[in-house]
């Protein structure tokens, strides 16, 4: 743990690559309880989010589920640890309203694109490269948030984002990217700019 203290409580382990605090708890409501006291997540509609999307649907090793670490998902692939969810989602907090279309580059999981749409989205897309971990993600969110699947406010696709170009008059209001690249530098965004909405 790092020794620097910055906003947040002086008493808590740190993560030793960014520094924020951990918020490792032996449930749900406690570790979404100890985002809030270490002030990773303020707005309303990200603490209602992640009350809402329980993290034990989206991990394989239900034991680490809230501990706030990476974890691994299988076909090479992790959850980020919680509060690097938290602080992306803080980010894109504003973006996150009705009428508003994301797009969630390296959807994983299904945890992120998930918790979008309980935010306020009215349209979430989820990018996935590997087509079984799309189909588990799908199986995820089914567990408790079927409905975000059929009424079609989250889709998740199988695609390669690098490559993908957004159908005919598709704009996104915000891209949240969760995907990993073995180079040091991947150009993404701007293929996606002219499809990025601006107000």
Do not use: W
Not at 11 to 19: A, E, H, K, M, V
Not at 83 to 98: D, M, N, P, V, Y
């Amino acid at each position: 743990p790092s020794g620097k203290m910055g906003d947040h409580p002086a008493s808590c382990l740190r993560c030793s690559y960014c520094d924020l605090p951990l918020s490792t708890a032996d449930s749900h409501e406690k570790m979404v309880s100890n985002l809030v006291k270490n002030k990773l997540i303020r707005s309303e509609n990200v603490i209602k989010a992640m009350k809402s999307v329980d993290r034990k649907d989206f991990v394989n090793e239900k034991k680490r589920a809230y501990m706030d670490r990476a974890v691994l998902i299988g076909y090479g692939s992790q959850i980020s640890a919680p509060h690097i969810h938290a602080s992306g989602l803080e980010l894109l907090a504003t973006f996150a309203r009705k009428g508003a279309h994301i797009l969630d580059i390296g959807s994983g999981s299904g945890y992120i694109s998930t918790c979008l749409a309980r935010m306020g989205c009215s349209k979430v897309t989820g990018v996935e490269h590997v087509a079984d971990l799309v189909k588990q993600s799908k199986q995820n969110i089914s567990a408790n948030h079927k409905e975000l699947l059929e009424t079609k406010q989250v889709k998740i696709i199988c695609a390669d984002a690098r490559k993908l170009v957004g159908p005919e008059g598709c704009s996104f209001d915000a891209i949240h990217c969760g995907a990993v690249t073995t180079r040091s530098t991947v150009t993404i965004t701007p293929s996606f700019l002219p499809s990025i909405r601006r107000n």
